[in-house]
């Protein structure tokens, strides 16, 4: 079974960062797949963040656009979402997700991790 597990959310004053980590469990062949990050407010349908397939090519919502940036680390079976000049309407659950199909729109994978809370307040 696939786990996956996220690290890095937390409280953070509007216009600061945060670096949102995924390690997906050691029994996969971690660098085939395509992987994404996904948040959910309250009150709102889960939304698509960012996107990352195995050649490293990176897709982005437009409010993730110019402040996000997806990258991964196959020797470490890690995601990571690097967010800069954060906002309060960026607060929300973060979810990372494994085995996304790349397209238009992207399909999300079947394994789910247990998501971080990222709170932008000041």
């Known amino acids: 079974q696939v786990q996956l597990v996220e690290s890095g959310g937390g409280l953070v004053q509007p216009g600061g960062s945060l670096r949102l980590s995924c390690e997906a469990s050691r029994r996969i062949i971690f660098n085939i797949y395509a992987m994404a990050w996904y948040r959910q407010a309250p009150g709102k349908q889960r939304e698509l963040v960012a996107a990352?397939?195995?050649?490293?090519?990176?897709n982005y919502a437009d409010s993730a656009k110019g402040r996000f940036t997806i990258s991964r680390d196959n020797a470490k079976n890690t995601v990571y979402l690097q967010m800069n000049s954060l906002k309060p309407e960026d607060t929300a659950v973060y979810y990372c997700?494994?085995?996304?199909?790349?397209?238009?729109?992207?399909?999300?994978?079947?394994?789910w991790g247990q998501g971080t809370q990222v709170t932008v307040s000041s």
């Open positions: 990352i397939n195995n050649s490293g090519l990176t």
């Open positions: 997700n494994l085995g996304i199909v790349m397209g238009t729109p992207i399909v999300p994978g079947a394994y």
